[in-house]
């Protein structure tokens, strides 16, 4: 049997030698030469990629994809290896998000591939990998020397009534955020970007979620766009609207904003909920849309037909009670909003076997939300659905962050530049 060669060998060229894959969003060939038996077909344009580089990171304005997977990464080590991953994945994500594998192939047979493979041959099916970063990385051990650059952003959550955290889902020096139309490509990604960082990332944590059918439409209101969390409603209808100057003001860190390394970056708030599917599924469909405050079917406001129309929480009924609960999720979500910029919400199913009234399957809500600052957007609302929300009964939240998504990359850039200044 030959001596194994470290990953590290195979792609320390690699990385370097791909870093002009992608020309101005156009996906080029693959560079010159090799006639590997395992060699890697250039990838085509294709229209199911999605643009990399840009003022912001992919996977936040994109369109929900079917799936999701949400890593937590520790990094062993000091800045030096922090700064070594960034750099591997500013090069590697670019190339996944292109349809390619995740390294140049390897220069011989009698080598390990640097790609697993499982992803060939499949379309780019809108891959998007986000790439964000914990308190932990600026923590007071100053282990990467990060701490006087922590983001006032990367605020820590209150704990609320209904917490009941697993130590297991907290932390993380890193948060990858992998969507794709295709889940096979999703866990692909997930799984060689930790390959290609050669035991200096070790997944921590993970989620898996499900999210709208490929080829739902971005925009809600439309009837066949939105996505349907596990209780059977709409997400995401009261959204800031991608493309518009309501959702870049509400999500983008801007000028102006501290720190200044952050600005086109975001903030990443995420909870993963529990859901009691028994009790739910216990209530009449009346008492289902009591206690979120929209119809279940249309998503509409109560009393209202069309899933935009504005949510008039003063309306009364005939009998002069408010149609819509004041302890309604929407209700006071909606309020502890007032005057405030909005969260985007880009939350995903989750589901360990099949939920079940009595039984081991358990389902839930990847609840996560982008926003600028989640002092002043987040902790409020949060606060607020803690102590009043009507759906507080059905739920308990398992793990809960908030993670600082870099800005996006120039081509030839790499995140640790954004972070290590
Ligand atoms: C158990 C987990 C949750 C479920 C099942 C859930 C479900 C929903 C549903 C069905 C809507 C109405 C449709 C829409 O606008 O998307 C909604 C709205 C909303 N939710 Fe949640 N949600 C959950 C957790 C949260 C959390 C943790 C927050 C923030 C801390 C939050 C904040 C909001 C906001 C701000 C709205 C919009 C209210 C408005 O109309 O202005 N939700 N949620």
Not at 36 to 63: K, L, M, S
Not at 302 to 328: M, Y
Request: net charge negative; hydrophobic share 40%; aromatic share 6%.
């Amino acid at each position: 049997m030959s001596r194994p060669v470290s990953r590290r060998q195979l792609l320390g060229a690699a990385g370097a030698a791909a870093g002009g894959f992608v020309v101005g969003g156009v996906v080029g060939p693959l560079a010159a030469g090799g006639t590997g038996a395992d060699d890697d077909p250039a990838p085509r344009a294709d229209a199911t990629a999605v643009a990399f580089h840009g003022a912001h990171q992919a996977g936040v304005a994109t369109a929900p994809q079917a799936h999701v997977v949400l890593a937590g990464v520790d990094i062993a080590g000091s800045a030096a290896e922090l700064a070594a991953v960034l750099d591997t994945w500013s090069v590697a994500a670019a190339r996944l998000t292109a349809g390619a594998q995740v390294g140049e192939r390897s220069p011989s047979s009698r080598l390990p591939p640097v790609d697993t493979g499982e992803a060939d041959d499949r379309p780019p099916s809108r891959l998007t990998v986000t790439v964000a970063v914990g308190a932990s990385a600026f923590d007071r051990s100053d282990r990467f020397g990060l701490a006087a650059r922590r983001p006032p952003g990367l605020v820590e959550l209150p704990a609320v009534a209904g917490d009941d955290l697993d130590p297991r889902f907290s932390g993380g020096d890193l948060c990858l955020q992998v969507g794709a139309d295709d889940l096979q490509v999703a866990l692909h990604a997930v799984r060689n970007l930790v390959r290609v960082a050669e035991g200096r990332a070790s997944v921590r944590w993970s989620h898996v979620g499900t999210g709208p059918p490929p080829g739902a439409a971005p925009v809600v209101g439309d009837g066949a766009s939105s996505h349907r969390n596990l209780l059977g409603f709409r997400e995401g209808t009261a959204n800031p609207r991608p493309g518009r100057p309501r959702f870049d003001d509400a999500v983008w860190v801007a000028e102006g904003d501290d720190p200044s390394w952050m600005v086109g970056g975001t903030y990443l708030a995420l909870r993963r909920v529990d859901l009691d599917l028994g009790a739910w599924e216990e209530l009449t469909l009346l008492d289902r849309e009591r206690v979120i405050g929209r119809h279940r079917r249309s998503g509409a406001p109560l009393g209202d037909v069309a899933e935009d129309a504005p949510l008039e929480l003063e309306a009364e009924g005939p009998d002069g009670r408010p149609v819509t609960d004041p302890r309604s999720h929407v209700a006071v979500a909606h309020r502890a909003s007032q005057g405030r910029r909005p969260l985007f919400r880009r939350s995903y199913n989750v589901v360990e076997g099949i939920p079940q009234a009595e039984g081991a399957g358990a389902g839930g809500l990847l609840f996560l939300a982008f926003c600028r600052d989640p002092a002043e957007q987040f902790t409020p609302v949060l606060e607020a659905l803690a102590a009043g929300d009507l759906l507080g009964t059905y739920q308990r939240t398992v793990a809960s962050g908030v993670f600082a998504v870099l800005p996006g990359l120039r081509p030839g850039d790499s995140w640790s530049q954004h972070l290590f200044g």
